[in-house]
């Protein structure tokens, strides 16, 4: 089975602009967890996805966004981009309704950073 | 809440030395545990997870975590490390019920020294 991919893997943005990430799970996973992965606050969890529902939210603010389609793909948004928000973003798939038990599948990762 | 305390940011090894990586959390509930690595310029992997059971896990690569409920550690084993092991390891927690998500330490990078 291929793994979990994202797209883009590097991407560079300036203040204020938007940004979209995308993540495929692996075939036959319904759950994909986004992650947030920075030198200073380290693995932040962003929020969960399972069946196109959000069933987890971090503590970030309004501006990151996710969503997902009915083929488990999944996207996360960021709006009005700050500095701060340079990191690698991490996703991660997993094939149960267990989020808490099962293991998590990650993706390399999108490199953003914002100018 | 839920929370883990890495106490070590970086772990110096010789090769074919044995290594200890620490994990310490905090919960009022029962938990499951995880150690993950992560190797330069790519996602994160599992190395071990304890849910239940017997608290002595083994893991891939010759790791294995034992399970302390009363000190509440979780500390990651390899009894002979080589240089492929330099990564980052990232110890992580989550409530034993429901569908919670995963807590993560500030990870333990590991250098292996020839």
């Known amino acids: 089975k291929a793994g979990v991919t994202q797209t883009p893997r590097y991407l560079i943005k300036t203040r204020g602009q938007q940004v979209t990430l995308s993540c495929s799970p692996i075939s036959g996973h319904r759950s994909v967890s986004w992650y947030q992965q920075t030198p200073g606050q380290g693995l932040q969890f962003l929020f969960e996805?399972?069946?196109?529902?959000?069933?987890n939210k971090g503590n970030f603010p309004g501006r990151f966004s996710g969503r997902q389609f009915s083929n488990s793909r999944s996207e996360m948004n960021v709006s009005t981009l700050e500095l701060g928000d340079s990191a690698l973003y991490l996703c991660?798939?997993?094939?149960?309704?267990?989020?808490?038990?099962?293991?998590?599948?990650f993706g390399p990762g999108t490199r953003l950073l914002v100018l | 809440a839920q929370s883990v305390t890495q106490l070590d940011s970086q772990v110096p090894v010789f090769e074919e030395a044995p290594v200890e990586l620490r994990c310490n959390y905090s919960?009022?509930?029962?938990?499951?545990l995880f150690w993950y690595v992560q190797y330069p310029n790519q996602g994160l992997q599992l190395l071990l997870k304890y849910l239940s059971g017997s608290t002595l896990v083994k893991g891939i690569n010759g790791f294995e975590a034992e399970f302390n409920k009363s000190q509440t550690s979780f500390h990651l084993r390899k009894p002979s490390v080589h240089i492929s092991d330099t990564a980052e390891y990232f110890c992580?927690?989550?409530?034993?019920?429901?569908?919670?998500?995963?807590?993560f330490g500030t990870g333990t990078r590991l250098t292996i020294i020839p």
């Open positions: 992580a927690v989550s409530p034993n019920f429901g569908n919670e998500k995963l807590t």
């Open positions: 919960s009022s509930v029962s938990v499951y």
């Open positions: 996805y399972f069946s196109e529902t959000q069933r």
């Open positions: 991660a798939s997993g094939e149960s309704r267990s989020l808490g038990k099962e293991t998590q599948y």
